[in-house]
């Protein structure tokens, strides 16, 4: 056994299995999550089993570039609205960290390179610990990312899960209320709806105030011969026909909420085309739909 833990390979995978192991076992709702394989490469480390490091820079390079290639392609579109407040709160917790870092290495006299490590360490900043270790070429940065890592972990633990319970907040319910539903049953799917119910005649798509939780999207309203896009400023009359699209689970609740189901063929008018299009262009990959702009910039919708 001995002998197979000096292969970097095996090492690597049974501090990976091990860490994803424990990182899964959860305590009346708390659990570490990928936490675990830190903490679980930590106390290997202790007995004295090592990664090369080239391995090691590997590892640090794959993450940041996921952190990257996940964050990056919405992060200036989020800097437009919320994400200068969450910016405004980063900003703060390093600077924050930062003063204390200084004052905790004055008073206890430590040096340059352990004190950035307990920093980075504390914040549970992985890229930090990869700068640190480059701008200070000394590992014993990674000594106190490894010391404060563990009640970093622990801090935010208690924080995320923990604290929500103590002030009675459902995180999950308030995300689903934020953001709409996650999952759902099934594929999309399209379906041509009546309207019957009177108090719908004559309103505005915008008038509707449909929940923005539902996935249901109202491409088309069809009256006689002509088609008209579902734009907020759209009037619907009683006897139109709307194309949605949306999951079949919505779907079948807006039709109870607007009329009902037409089974007749779907009707396309001359005044309207069709065309599927084939996303090519480097500058649309990434984009939500509301950031396109289909119908306000170029008059079309998704059917």
């Known amino acids: ?25 959860k305590f009346k709702g708390l659990n570490l999550g990928a936490s675990g394989v830190l903490l679980i490469g930590m106390v290997f480390g202790h007995f004295g089993y ?32 919320s994400g200068i407040v969450f910016g405004i709160i980063g900003f703060l917790v390093v600077f924050i960290a930062s003063v204390t870092t200084v004052i905790v290495s004055k008073l206890f ?7 950035i490590g307990l920093m980075t360490g504390a914040l549970t900043s ?3 610990l990869a700068a640190a270790l480059e701008a200070t070429q000394d590992p014993i940065a990674s000594v106190g990312y490894g010391v404060a890592y563990p009640f970093g972990v622990i ?12 002030i009675k907040v459902d995180l999950k319910a308030d995300l689903r209320k934020t953001i709409g539903p ?6 999309p799917r399209s379906m041509m709806i009546r309207v019957e119910k009177e108090e719908f005649h004559k309103k505005t798509l915008k008038e509707l105030r449909l929940n923005r939780n539902s996935s249901v999207v109202i491409s088309r309203v069809i009256r006689g011969d002509r088609s008209f896009l579902g734009r907020n400023d759209t009037v619907l009359l009683k ?15 807006f039709t109870k909420e607007v009329g009902s189901e037409e089974t007749s063929e ?10 599927r299009i084939t996303v090519e262009a480097d500058e649309m990959i990434g984009k939500s739909l509301p950031d396109i702009k289909l119908r306000a910039e170029y008059g079309v919708t998704g059917d």
Request: net charge neutral; proline share 6%; glycine share 8%.
């Open 239 to 253: 006897g139109d026909d709307l194309i949605v699209v949306g999951y079949p689970e919505e779907i079948e609740r």
């Open 109 to 115: 006299q430590l040096s340059a390179p352990i004190s």
């Open 155 to 166: 801090a935010v633990v208690l924080f995320i899960q923990l604290f929500p319970r103590f």
């Open 182 to 187: 996650v999952r759902h049953q099934g594929s």
């Open 1 to 25: 056994m001995q002998s197979l833990l000096q292969d970097p390979l095996i090492l690597i995978f049974l501090i990976l299995f091990l860490g994803s192991f424990v990182g899964q076992l």
């Open 126 to 128: 992985t890229p930090g």
């Open 50 to 81: 090592e990664i090369p490091s080239v391995l090691q820079n590997l590892g640090l390079s794959l993450f940041i570039v996921a952190v990257g290639l996940q964050a990056g392609p919405r992060f200036f579109r989020m800097m437009k609205s």
């Open 266 to 275: 779907v009707k396309y008018a001359d005044n309207l085309k069709m065309k």
